[in-house]
């Protein structure tokens, strides 16, 4: 997926910033800001206020961090795979010593050559 999107690489790679001024861009971005807005028990948004104070930001700027953080992380467990040593030695075995083809596939081979 990386690149497939004209924005992709600029999200992806988006450095976290903190303090932004309230409607300002991000530095050297080619977008404006956007408003999200969320509605969260009162309990959760303590929890969440106390977490920046901890952090010494912004109740927005740590929810722009947390979520910032946890996108990037869910992409890249989509995107990737991995493989035990076993399944890598098979992959590979597969790859460089594939079965010949069975009927079927001759079959299928021959109806595409000849509408091709």
Same mark, same amino acid.
């Given at each position: 997926?990386?690149?497939?999107?004209?924005?992709?690489?600029?999200v992806?790679?988006?450095?976290?910033?903190?303090?932004?001024?309230?409607?300002?861009?991000?530095?050297?971005?080619p977008?404006? @800001?956007?408003?999200?807005?969320?509605?969260?028990?009162? #309990? +959760?948004?303590?929890?969440?206020?106390?977490? *920046?104070? &901890? =952090?010494?930001?912004?109740?927005?700027?740590?929810?722009?961090?947390?979520?910032?953080?946890?996108?990037?992380?869910?992409?890249?467990?989509?995107?990737?795979?991995?493989? @035990?040593?076993?399944q890598?030695?098979?992959?590979?075995? #597969? +790859?460089?010593?594939?079965?010949?083809?069975? *009927?079927? &596939? =001759?079959?299928?081979?021959?109806?595409?050559?000849?509408?091709?």
């Amino acid at each position: 997926m990386k690149g497939e999107h004209p924005l992709f690489d600029f999200v992806f790679n988006l450095p976290t910033y903190v303090n932004l001024p309230y409607n300002s861009t991000v530095p050297n971005s080619p977008l404006p @800001t956007a408003r999200l807005e969320a509605r969260v028990p009162q #309990a +959760l948004k303590e929890i969440f206020q106390q977490a *920046a104070h &901890l =952090e010494g930001v912004t109740l927005t700027d740590f929810v722009i961090m947390s979520v910032h953080q946890a996108a990037k992380q869910t992409i890249e467990r989509h995107q990737s795979l991995t493989l @035990t040593l076993e399944q890598s030695e098979a992959f590979l075995n #597969a +790859l460089t010593n594939p079965p010949a083809p069975n *009927a079927a &596939l =001759e079959t299928a081979f021959k109806r595409h050559r000849d509408a091709a």
